[in-house]
């Protein structure tokens, strides 16, 4: 085989690199590598300089191969790429070695150490680039409409800026109606803005957007094809109430004889078996829930349909799956509460004075169970001493890790409208107040001045007496070092932190999409690429992907709706051509590879023998790995690349 031209650039990262491995050094090494015709170093070689250098050394030197050793090639792999594009250069005769996060960062407390392992990896990237051929990239139609997994406010805010821009939008929600947890907030923070002021609207639009259908008491159920060309199976739950025929009257939910706790009013209050969710509910019609109605046969009750001078309920109704073809996928699958009766200490759900943050949400609406008064659940008596415990659920190691950032605003929210309705005297116990937003600390601390009082500490402890059923708090004032008692409070308010939508896994699951430590859906990349997934095609948004504010959820849910425009406004994009590639002379047509596919991007042809969908195949080498006959290649990561750098690391260190 003709000796490969390889070409070689070193990047300082500032000091990231260079201040622990000593570049002089890998550079002597490396030029002494067989078939190295060039070797540089730069302070910045992602900068636009250091491109240019690479430009320039690859037309002087006539470079067949070209080596870069810096960061993780997740952060600049895509850049360097188009460099070698720029140069005339195929950009798949690239390769990359991390001797960042792989070395320098990890090993700084032993330089020389790290710096024999800069030139291992060096010499192991040049061994393979020896061997990289050229690849080309795969062109595929876009379809110009998006389906989006959640109606909550992000998903209500990327389906208006895509249909406004003229693509279809199909917005599911498993729920009977769009509006999510947002809905069930009374006011915002820091502005105290009417939560339904702002949203309501937005559900109104999204109703009545020519390009947008709403599927409701949905769920994705599977997924087929690949970017730009999915084709999702829906499965819808039945209403058993017409939604073009039902009026919205309420006669149905009048006689219904059926009781049961409302989940939208946290529990607070009853609903029926036949009911709408709230009054600005869309769709604007009833649902009935089977699953606790007295029965629908005459005999047994079927009262709702008696009463329904429209004749919208309709007993028969069914489930039923339908396809949706569409070019990209938005999930916006929201959050939940956490759990506070995973926290003994608190009480919660075994003393009835202590609720959760969402419970006094829905105490302070005025369309709430209670009319706007924070009341005690014990005996309806307006609470006026109150306890606020911070980070239930939160930065908490037998819990979880993560900070939830919501709950030290809407504390401090719930107080200041506590104050101002009935000057109710309130503690807030606090780790440490994280008040990041726009106008939050001014707001925290006019809060303060108005007079809520902050104490620094954990709650350890929270007792009940158990002939007033007032609660004794126990805790620790850190900023005065001693313990802290408060007797004879009303209320204890525990800050509930947020945990990842149980559907949020299932939907991961369908669409084949990655979740973090924290059950919450993974971002490619959490600083250049935060809302796409490692699918391509399919974008994360809101809480789907992690713990945040309305503000910060909506420019997500925009930033996701900007990357689906992305790929459907050009109409066709461009597959990366890390797939696998079968050789039928060798193919015994076994159908492993098919089994073993996470992607199933692998087919048995009318030849019995497997064929990969170059598209929807991600290079993940399963199918190679497990093919008895050899017949399975992973472009760009053969065997004999791997190979040539495992014998190079090994006559290395002989």
Wanted: with cysteine.
């Amino acid at each position: 085989m003709e000796e490969r031209k390889v070409g070689v650039f070193l990047c300082h990262c500032g000091s990231n690199i260079a201040g622990v491995v000593d570049i002089s050094r890998v550079m002597k090494e490396v030029k002494a590598v067989p078939g190295v015709v060039h070797v540089d170093e730069y302070k910045y070689v992602c900068s636009k300089p250091g491109q240019q250098m690479i430009r320039n050394r690859i037309r002087k030197h006539r470079l067949d191969r070209v080596v870069i050793a810096s960061c993780s090639p997740r952060m600049h792999e895509t850049t360097f790429r188009q460099t070698m594009r720029e140069a005339g250069f195929n950009p798949y005769l690239l390769e990359i070695a991390n001797i960042r996060e792989h070395v320098s960062w990890i090993h700084m407390d032993d330089p020389e150490a790290a710096t024999d392992k800069a030139i291992d990896l060096v010499k192991m990237a040049i061994a393979r680039a020896r061997l990289l051929e050229p690849l080309e990239e795969t062109e595929v139609e876009v379809k110009k409409s998006t389906l989006i997994v959640g109606g909550g406010i992000a998903g209500i805010s990327a389906a208006l800026d895509l249909s406004n821009a003229g693509f279809k939008v199909y917005l599911i929600e498993k729920e009977p109606t769009i509006g999510g947890n947002m809905s069930r907030i009374d006011k915002t923070f820091p502005t105290l803005d009417c939560s339904s002021c702002i949203l309501t609207p937005r559900m109104a639009e999204v109703e009545s957007h020519p390009n947008i259908d709403i599927l409701t008491l949905a769920e994705v159920d599977k997924l087929d094809g690949f970017v730009g060309n999915f084709t999702v199976t829906v499965r819808q739950k039945p209403r058993y109430v017409d939604l073009e025929t039902c009026t919205s009257c309420g006669d149905c939910s009048d006689v219904c004889p059926v009781d049961i706790p409302s989940v939208y009013d946290a529990q607070l209050s009853y609903r029926k078996a036949i009911y709408i969710p709230f009054a600005q509910a869309v769709p604007s019609a009833f649902f009935l829930d089977m699953d606790n109605c007295l029965g629908i046969g005459a005999v047994r009750c079927g009262k709702c349909k008696v009463a329904c001078e429209a004749g919208a309920v309709n007993y028969e109704d069914a489930e039923r799956l339908f396809e949706i073809e569409v070019g990209t996928i938005i999930v916006a699958t929201g959050y939940e509460v956490f759990d506070a009766a995973k926290k003994q200490e608190y009480g919660y759900g075994v003393f009835s004075n202590v609720v959760n943050l969402m419970e006094v949400e829905r105490m302070l609406s005025s369309a709430g169970p209670t009319q706007g008064q924070v009341v005690r659940p014990s005996d309806l008596k307006k609470a006026h001493r109150i306890v606020y415990v911070q980070c239930v659920g939160s930065r908490d190691e037998l819990t979880n890790r993560y900070c939830s950032r919501i709950c030290c605003m809407t504390a401090i929210k719930q107080a200041r409208m506590l104050r101002d309705k009935i000057a109710a005297e309130i503690y807030i116990f606090y780790i440490d107040l994280r008040t990041v937003g726009k106008g939050y600390e001014e707001f925290y601390e006019d809060t303060a001045t108005a007079g809520v009082s902050f104490i620094r500490g954990r709650v350890g402890e929270i007792l009940q007496d158990d002939e007033t059923q007032n609660l004794i708090v126990r805790g620790e004032d850190t900023l005065l070092s001693k313990p802290i008692e408060l007797k004879d409070i009303d209320l204890v308010v525990l800050s509930t932190g947020v945990v990842a939508a149980v559907d949020g896994e299932k939907v991961a699951k369908v669409l084949n999409l990655s979740l973090s430590p924290d059950g919450f859906l993974m971002e490619a990349h959490p600083k250049l690429r935060p809302v796409d997934s490692f699918s391509a095609g399919i974008f994360v948004a809101g809480m789907a992907q992690g713990p945040k504010d309305i503000p910060d959820t909506v420019a997500q849910a925009k930033a996701a709706a900007s990357g689906a425009m992305a790929l459907m406004g050009k109409g066709k994009i461009s597959v990366e051509p890390y797939y696998s590639v079968v050789d039928e002379d060798l193919c015994a047509g076994c159908q492993v590879c098919v089994s073993v596919c996470p992607y199933n991007a692998i087919v048995i042809n009318e030849r019995e023998k497997a064929y990969v969908n170059p598209v929807l195949c991600k290079g993940c080498g399963t199918c190679t790995a497990t093919c008895t006959s050899g017949a399975m290649t992973s472009q760009h990561y053969t065997d004999g690349q791997i190979a040539a750098m495992i014998s190079e690391y090994l006559s290395a260190h002989e």
